[in-house]
């Protein structure tokens, strides 16, 4: 599910990833691409956007850590997701 989107990027969950194989993590989609990110370390996962858009994850991600990780919680028990702000 979106929890929020900005400058073209959409940040997302995944119920169905395996909860033993996978850590902490949020998604985000731009240019049709897929990438993860760490949700503690917001170190990009299995891929890195363009440098720009990077920035403007990493940068959002800070702001709304804590968010992120009591929607991935949310995500893990199947829950509705909690909106995010985006980037102003």
Not at 13 to 20: A, G, I, V
Not at 49 to 74: F, G, I, K, M, S
């Amino acid at each position: 599910p979106r929890v929020s989107a900005f400058y073209g990027i959409v940040i997302f969950f995944l119920y169905n990833e395996d909860r033993h194989k996978v850590g902490r993590i949020f998604n985000a989609e731009f240019a049709g691409q897929r990438f993860s990110y760490d949700i503690e370390t917001l170190k990009p996962l299995g891929g890195r956007l363009p440098r720009r858009p990077n920035r403007l994850v990493t940068r959002w991600a800070r702001l709304h850590q804590d968010e992120l990780l009591a929607n991935w919680h949310r995500a893990r028990q199947e829950k509705a997701m909690v909106p995010i702000d985006p980037l102003p």
